[in-house]
Every structure is written in C-alpha cells, then in structure tokens.
C-alpha cells in the first residue's frame, strides 16, 4: 500500500519576509525615538508610540508618498497578518505582566474607599458612551454589525482606566507612597479589571451575536475564567515556580510564567473571550502568589516593554487614519466623545468619592487621574477593530480620546492634588508593594 507523501508547507517568500524584516526593524525604531521625545516632554511614552503608528500610516506617509507606503506596508492579508501576529504576542505579554503587577494585597485594604470611585467612574461613562453609541450615525457603525454590540464596544472604550499611566504619574509627582495616591491606584486597578471582564463579554458578543443564550453563555464563560483562576491559584499555588526554579535551570520560571500566560489566553479564546482576559487573570495569580523575583522576571519585561509593547502601539497607530476626522461631521462625533469621555469619568469619579465620604478637591483629584485611558482603552479599540465592530473613523476617535486623556491626566492631577493640600492635611502612607518601580507597562519604554 503506497505511503502518502507529506504535504510540503511552503515558507514565507523571500520578498514577504524582506517586507515583514523592514517593517518590523522600521516600527519599533520610530516608535522608540518618538516614545523617547514624548517621554523627554513630561508626556507619556504610549503617546509617542502611537504617533509612530500614524506617522508611517495611511495619515502621513501613505498620503505623502503613496508608492513608497504601498512597498513598505503592501494592503495584502498574508503581510499583514505576520506583523499582526507578532503585536499580538506582544499584547498577550504585556497584558499578563499588567496583571502580575497588580497588588491584591493592597487592593483589598482600600476596597472599602474605592468600590463607591470605581463603580461611578466606571459606570457614568459606561452608560454615557452606550448612549452614543445608540444615537450615532449610522455611517458610522460597520454593515452588518448590530447597533446594541457596537454601543456596548463604544461604552467599554470610554468606561476604562489605565493603571500605567497613573503609577506614571502618582511616581512623577511623587504622590505614590500618598493616601491620595494609593487611593487613585486602587479605584483604577478595580476599573482595570471591570474593563477587561467587560471587553470579554462584548467581544464574544461581536462574535456569537445579541441572543439572551450566548450573552449569558458568555457571562459564564468569564465567571468560569475568574473562578479557575482564583482556584488554579490556590490549589497549584506557586509550585510550578519552585520546581522550574530547582530544576528548570537560570531561566526555568521565566518559561513557567511565559507558558502559563500563553496557555491561560489560549483557553479564554477557545471559550469564544478575548485571549487577552485568560492573560490578564492568571498574570494577577501568579503576582499574588508573591513567589516571582524581580530578577526572574526581568529578562521577560526588557523585550516586552523595551520591543514588543511600542510595536503594538506602534500597530495600533498605524490603523488610525487621521483623514477620516476631515468630514467636519465625523470630527464633531470625534470631540463629542473625547467630551463625554472626560466628563463621564470626572463626574462619576467625583459622586463616588463623595458617595464615600470623600471630601471635595479628593473626587476632583481621583476624577483627574482615572481620566488616563492609555493602554486599556488602545486594546479595547484594536480588539474593535479586528472584530469589525468599529469602523476606522470610530477607531481613530477612540485612539485620540487614548492619547487625549493621557496627557492631560498630568496637569489635571497636579492642580487638583495641590488644591486638595491647601484645605487636607496628609500624612505619607508605606510604600507599595512595588516599591519606587512603576507596574508593567509604564515604565520611560512604555510608560502607557
């Protein structure tokens, strides 16, 4: 009985794999001198990233030189999709070192003063981007997509805090080791989390649709991410690390944290999730479990923030087309939103501080630095975006109210917190559990 042959697996072409070496080596140096320029000006890295993005995109180098952009970044699936892949290793990584960088320990002595911040932060601008979202133009919500899914994606994107901007600047302004401070880290490490439990929900919506079954299917699917993670946590605990740490070699529990974070994202995306919420999940349960050593995991955090984190960023601005805001309508929707973004956040900051019984200038203050999207809200709009739920003129509004907020977040919180020390009297708190370090992905390589 004859032997089939084996069917022969064509490699990457050569020109396709020149093409993908050029972009790879072109988006990470421009997105680095200008996270560098943007860091040099009191601004956050993330905002030069993504500047990058847009500079070698269709919004400058492509309107400037189209042959040359037509060479660079071909509009051919197969390229595309191989710097794609590539961001999305660096995404999956930078989101699970997000989560180990989260201190429970911390988080669960402030629950008390936060839940009220985090929930009216959260929940105003929810409903105030749901609300947008349902009133839009209709040009503006991609053929096919249903209007509920899109509003939901729209009220998620406005609704989220990111942790890393605001260690950034709580550090810069020396304001961490504050009650202020760890106050203002706390309601945003409670909206992190909300956001991504959020972004899985709607996302697996996108793709199973608006039936009350899958809505509730999927609800299930995140409850039995968040449980098998609190249990995985509790019953492994940290014993992969000790015997990969005696027997694993220099490197053996760098390989566990990298094949766990991997393997936890691989299993939220069979679920029909995002596979960024299996990554952030069991980040947070390999941090709590406090047996990671700064050394062990330094190697991982060098290439992740150092390379990987500004290509994502550097791809996330890359799909922004900055001619889409030309149409004087779309550039109106584009600044309602920024505006309904700020407020939302401000005004529900605000009530749940005082809903706490938080004085006056202390809402204002949590309002200021809970108004820095950044990263999380970059995600929500590239998860968007691949699922077709947002079109490239939503995309990029979502990407300005990102870049937006992030740098106002600094001068907003400045002012408020030095009005807050004219009238309260404060004395300094312990330091965090990270110390002086910032949390992953805010570091002068990312700091977003």
Known sequence: MP???ATIVASIPGHRLLVFLLQISLLVLVARLLGAAAARVKMPAVVGELLAGIALGPSLLGAATPSLSGWLFPRVAVQANLIDAVAQVGLVLLVGLTGIEIDTRFLRGKVAATVPVSLGGLVIPLGLGIGAGLLLPSRLVPAGVDRTTFALFLGVALAVSAIPIIAKILLDLRMIHREIGQLTLAAATVDDVCGWLLLGVVSAQATTGAHAGDIAKTIGWVAVTV????????????APLRWARHHGG????LAVVFVTI???????????????LGAFAVGTVLGAGRELRPAELAPLRTVVLGVLAPLFFATAGFRTDLRALLHPSTALVAVVVLLLAVVGKFVGAYAGARAGGL????GLALGAGLNARGVVQIV???VGVQLGVLTTAMYTTIVLVAIVTSIMAGPTLRWAIRRRDEVVEEAPRQPLAWGD?????????TAG
């Open 359 to 362: 004085d006056h200038w202390t």
């Open 227 to 238: 449980v098998g993670a609190v249990v995985l946590g509790r019953v492994v605990g940290n």
């Open 262 to 276: 991997f393997a936890a994202a691989a299993a939220t995306q069979a679920m029909g999730l995002e596979a960024i």
């Open 250 to 253: 220099t490197n053996g529990p």
């Open 380 to 382: 929500v709009a590239t």
């Open 3 to 5: 032997v089939a042959s």
């Open 437 to 445: 370090s910032v949390p992953a992905g805010s570091s002068a390589s």
